[in-house]
Structure formats: structure tokens, C-alpha cells
């Protein structure tokens, strides 16, 4: 199993989703989005090899799509950094 940390980028879009889903859906469904994607994180760091690599949009990252949300993240040695998550909210006005 390899470790896996989240960049300060990545924790300020997860408390914005987070309080998206509050407004939006209510406390239970935002628990429940946001618990899941530190399970995806999870399938992520241990099948990182699994997820094309996208070198022209960002040179080692590759991207998780999760829900209307796509992770990013990148291999380093025994870690996999989480580096963004870009999604809806990103595109709202």
C-alpha cells in the first residue's frame, strides 16, 4: 500500500465542496460526498499506475475522475500527493 498526502490546494477545494453540498444538498449527502473521496484517495494510492498519465496538461499528473470532481495527483517514490481537484464549482459563476 503507498501512503498518500493532500496539498493545501486540494484541502481548500474539499472544505468548498464541502460546503457546497451543505447549501446544495443538506449535511448528510456532504458528509457522505466528502467521507468518499478520501476512500478514492485510497483506490488511488493503491493503483496509482492505473490512471493515465496527463504530461501535456501537467507533467506527472494524472487524473481520478470522482463524481462531477476530477482528482489530480502525482508519484512520488512511495506517496502519492494529491494535488488538485477541479470540478463544477470551478466553473460556476
Request: charged share 20%; glycine share 4%.
Amino acid at each position: 500500500m503507498i501512503n498518500y498526502r493532500i496539498s493545501n490546494e486540494a484541502q481548500e477545494y474539499l472544505i468548498q465542496i464541502y460546503q457546497y453540498c451543505i447549501s446544495q444538498f443538506g449535511a448528510t449527502q456532504a458528509e457522505l460526498y466528502f467521507d468518499a473521496f478520501f476512500e478514492q484517495f485510497s483506490v488511488i494510492a493503491n493503483n496509482a499506475f492505473a490512471f493515465e498519465s496527463v504530461h501535456h496538461i501537467k507533467h506527472g499528473y494524472r487524473p481520478c475522475p470522482y463524481g462531477s470532481d476530477t482528482i489530480y495527483f502525482r508519484i512520488q517514490d512511495d506517496l502519492v500527493e494529491i494535488m488538485a481537484i477541479i470540478g463544477r464549482l470551478d466553473f460556476q459563476e
